[in-house]
Structures are given as C-alpha cells and as structure tokens.
C-alpha cells in the first residue's frame, strides 16, 4: 500500500481520545511526540478478528488458538532468519515486567547488571528496584552515530563483577540496529567474562529500508547465555494489551525462570491481550511493511529540512529520533525549549542519560502533517536566535 492511501485509511485523531500522549499534549496546548505509541489504528482484518471475539460473548477461561505458537515462531523466522522453539518461550505483562522477572529470577540481590547509556530509563529503575547494582557503560558518539566501547565494557566486567548485560536492539532512544559484528564482539566479551545477555527486542519490527536486524538468538554460539524479550506492542501500537515473550533456550536458566513464575504466580497467560499479537502476525505484515516506510519518510523529511541546523540520530530502527537542539535551546532541558517556545511535546534527553540536557526523543510514528507542523515550529525557533 502507498504511504499516502495508507495515512488516509489509518490514521487517528486521538486528540480527543483516552490516549496519555494526546491527552497531555492537549492539556498543555502542544503537539504531542513524546510516549512511545503510534497514532494508527491496527490493520482493518485485526480490528475484524478482535470484534468477532468481542461479540461472541464467550470470556471464560481459554486457551491460546492452536497454532498460536507456530504463528510467532514462523513471523520471527520469516522477517529475521531465527529459529525458536515453543518449550523456549514464557509469557510475561510487557516488556518492562519482563526485565523484573529476568532480574529477579536469573540474578542475586546485589549482583551487578550493566547498561549502556544513554537508555530508556526503566532498564536503570528494573534493576535498581530489583535490588541489583547499576554498571553503566556509556555509548561512543561521533557524527550521530553510537557504538560500545569495547574497553570500557571489559574494564568493568573484569573490575566490576558484572553479572548480566540488559542489551536494547534495537536502541531506545537512539534508533540504532546493531551489526551482526557488534554483537559478536560484544557477546564475545560476555562469554569470556561469563556474563547473561537479556536483551529487549520489542522494537525489533520497525526497521528502516536499508537495514538489517539481527536478532539476539540467531548468534547461536552465545544461545547459552542469553535471553530475548520480545513483544508486538511496538510493532503494531498495543500498548494497551499488556503481552510479551520471554524466550530461553538454555534449560537450566528457563527452568530458573519457570521457578520464579510458579513462586509468584506470574505464569499464566491472559488469552484476550495474546489476541491482538496473534491476529497481527497473521494479518499485519503489509500493514507493518507501510508504517515503517511511513516512518522513514518522515525521517528523511524532518532531517533534509532540520539536518543543516541540528545534530541528529541516524536512524537505522524503531520510531524514536534522537535530536539535539544544541546553540538553540534557551531552557535548562531541550524538552522544556520546546514545549515552551515551539508547543512540542518531547522526552527530555537528560532523562536518559547524564549530560543529554540539550537533546530530546522524537516520536515519528504520526503522520506526514503532524511531523510538518512540528519541523516549521522547531525551524521558527531556529530563525528567532
């Protein structure tokens, strides 16, 4: 489908809706781009499945449909050349209660946990509020474009006792997909220093045209040691449906896992929130195919007329742009420079990192005419400096 007829048929005014985006950007009078949800509505065969289900009035205690499992096996070997196993995959409420379990259940109270920054700041609070320590290893930056620092990683595995590496691939906020040989290297370091891999994959659908994303797993010499947490709620917006996987292949740490969900009654699935996850892979892949060319346009956009004047993120996957305001911003925080002198709503920069006061995250999963109007307003306040 074009991106043009594809706008026109899904887009949603949300701004009078229940929606934590819209709803706050309202109440202040700005365009909302911050919250990490896109303003489309599902593909029309989804909306179909889900009323049916709906009006057949049956909610007692169900099972997942049959082939339910074979349907996300074969998605994620389709689109990305990796191959899982159902005895390989739990349930969890969403991502970020899947990093407390992967906390709790595969690390000691006061064990070390690694991140790389600048991050999505609840990977810092799973492990703080999971008792654990925080070792933060912060990403190299040249000419928009973030890498590991290799050395600085194995100094604190060596120094630090470093237990697990909570891994973001693609990275939120900085839209990074890594390369099958930066994670080699970086697994590689893992395996030697004998450090677990949880790595958060929900955004692992949204990939731009000229890229390539690697998924965790497939490096199947470190399957061993690491587990992948991997969700449909960025790649089809539902949010509101709390469901994801967690996928184990190394029994010794699925049955670890499996433990801490029958302790905490955290093992069973709810059947209406696996539904919408089910009925996009059977449906959504056209549908998936035409957000993501709608984002990447909206990326080339907002870059051929921003990029002469502000740093950015070269964005390689998920919707999130990394934009520094730099000499322009005249606030404290870019975030606050922007909601109060051009009406945009943004996630602060600081918020994801030490020292990024001046850069914000940008939701580009909107349409063509709300990334317009928020370019001339950045570009308004550009020209008045």
């Not at 946990?113 to 703080?128: C, D, Q, S």
């Not at 891994?167 to 906020?173: A, I, V």
Request: hydrophobic share 35%; net charge positive; charged share 25%.
């Amino acid at each position: 489908m074009k991106t043009t007829a594809f706008i026109k048929k899904y887009y949603i005014d949300r701004s009078n809706s229940q929606s934590i985006k819209w709803s706050r950007g309202k109440k202040l009078g700005c365009l909302p781009m911050w919250i990490a949800d896109m303003d489309f509505k599902c593909d029309e065969r989804v909306t179909k499945a889900l009323k049916d289900f709906i009006q057949a009035g049956d909610y007692g205690y169900a099972n997942l449909p049959e082939d339910y499992y074979r349907v996300f096996i074969d998605w994620h070997e389709k689109r990305n050349g990796v191959s899982y196993k159902q005895e390989w995959i739990r349930f969890t409420r969403g991502a970020v209660n899947a990093m407390f379990q992967v906390l709790h259940s595969l690390t000691q109270k006061n064990d070390a946990v690694m991140i790389n920054t600048p991050l999505y700041p609840p990977f810092k609070a799973a492990i703080k509020n999971s008792g654990r320590k925080v070792i933060e290893s912060p990403l190299q930056y040249e000419d928009g474009y973030f890498t590991f620092n290799y050395r600085d990683i194995e100094k604190k595995f060596k120094t630090r006792n470093v237990k697990m590496l909570m891994l973001c691939s693609p990275h939120n906020p900085l839209g990074r997909v890594w390369k099958k040989g930066e994670l080699e290297e970086l697994f590689e370091l893992c395996h030697k220093y004998h450090v677990l891999v949880c790595a958060d994959e929900v955004h692992s659908d949204i990939i731009m045209p000229d890229q390539e994303f690697v998924p965790a797993l497939s490096l199947k010499k470190y399957q061993k040691q690491t587990v992948s947490i991997i969700a449909a709620s960025k790649s089809f917006s539902l949010a509101v449906f709390s469901h994801c996987h967690v996928v184990i292949p190394d029994k010794k740490l699925r049955d670890r896992f499996i433990r801490y969900q029958q302790e905490h009654n955290t093992a069973s699935v709810n059947v209406l929130n696996a539904l919408p996850t089910y009925y996009n892979y059977l449906y959504g892949e056209e549908w998936l195919n035409t957000v993501n060319n709608v984002i990447f346009e909206n990326y080339q956009y907002l870059k051929r007329e921003l990029g002469e004047y502000l740093e950015m993120t070269n964005l390689e996957g998920s919707y999130l742009l990394f934009l520094n305001l730099g000499e322009y911003n005249i606030s404290s925080s870019a975030a606050e420079c922007l909601t109060d002198k051009c009406h945009i709503l943004a996630n602060p920069g600081e918020s994801f990192g030490k020292g990024y006061e001046n850069w914000v995250r940008l939701n580009l999963a909107t349409s063509p005419e709300n990334i317009k109007t928020a370019t001339e307003r950045i570009l308004q306040l550009i020209k008045t400096k």
